[in-house]
């Protein structure tokens, strides 16, 4: 169902105010956690005065040690919402499991994280929510994977779905993964699904979010998405990675023009 060979028009999706694919550059950006109100309030105001179209905020966090900041759950949604009420943004977090699906009623957009890429059970069960699904690749997951896992979400009744490579693990350890751009080239020719990048997971390094921005964007995709903190060095979650809202709006500013060229 993901295939171009039956279907050769580009999907475009429409959320609230905002449309994904086609001919629009699709924006997210916001922190990787929501750590308060006047965090997430702070930074939507900001990447919204920049050109963001989409508002991320990490609540359930999939942490590789149990030890670390898990998110504030059900809290971190509510702010969330606050944060969409005052700037108006959709806004899109990520759901590990069917069991919250309740508490992500106002929440626009259903983010599936690396790490839940190929829980089928999940997958099966989000298929049938009537709502638009981020799904992200996995780490070690091939191109063939991540297809075949769109197809549980869509065989199950959904046809809203964006596609997000974040880079996969390599030999390569001086960033955090490498970021896979044939795949986004390659995704954008086999199936009609928007495509986005995500550089800040893809190298775990702040400075490289704009060159990767950049990239991305020549490579095709339909858009970014990256995590803006206000005070990145004591960000909960992701603070190497994150940029400024600063250094945000020159990314969305040339990310524009490349778009233009193509
Ligand atoms: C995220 O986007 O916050 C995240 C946890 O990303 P990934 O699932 O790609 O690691
Ligand atoms: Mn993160």
Redesign the pocket.
């Known amino acids: 169902k993901s295939s171009r060979k039956n279907h050769l028009k580009d999907t475009i999706i429409k959320v609230n105010n905002t449309t994904i694919g086609g001919e629009y550059l699709t924006i997210i950006a916001g922190p990787?956690?929501v750590e308060s109100e006047e965090q997430i309030v702070d930074i939507a105001k900001s990447v919204k005065k920049s050109g963001a179209t989409i508002l991320?905020g990490?609540a359930y966090?999939?942490r590789t040690s149990p030890y670390d900041f898990q998110g504030l759950n059900e809290d971190g949604l509510k702010l969330l919402s606050i944060a969409k009420k005052k700037t108006n943004l959709p806004i899109i977090s990520?759901i590990v499991s069917v069991d919250h699906l309740e508490f992500f009623d106002d929440i626009d957009i259903l983010?599936?994280?690396?790490?839940?890429?190929q829980n089928f059970e999940l997958l099966r069960e989000l298929g049938k929510v009537k709502k638009t699904i981020l799904l992200?690749?996995g780490?070690a997951n091939t191109i063939e994977e991540f297809l075949s896992s769109v197809e549980y979400l869509m065989s199950s009744g959904n046809d809203d779905i964006i596609l997000?490579e974040?880079?996969i693990r390599t030999f390569e350890h001086a960033t955090r993964n490498t970021l896979d751009l044939s795949a986004v080239a390659m995704l954008k020719e086999i199936s009609h699904l928007p495509v986005i990048v995500?550089p800040?997971?893809a190298t775990g390094i702040a400075s490289l979010v704009k060159p990767m921005s950049l990239a991305g964007v020549a490579s095709g995709a339909d858009g970014i998405?990256v995590?803006v903190h206000n005070d990145p060095q004591n960000a909960l979650?992701?603070g190497k990675q994150s940029i400024t809202p600063y250094e945000f709006d020159d990314i969305v500013r040339t990310s524009l023009k490349i778009r233009a060229c193509l």
């Not at 983010?111 to 890429?117: D, E, I, P, S």
């Open positions: 990787c956690s991320r990490g966090k999939p990520e983010q599936v994280g690396a790490r839940n890429m992200k690749r780490f997000c974040r880079g995500d800040s997971h998405m995590e979650s992701d």
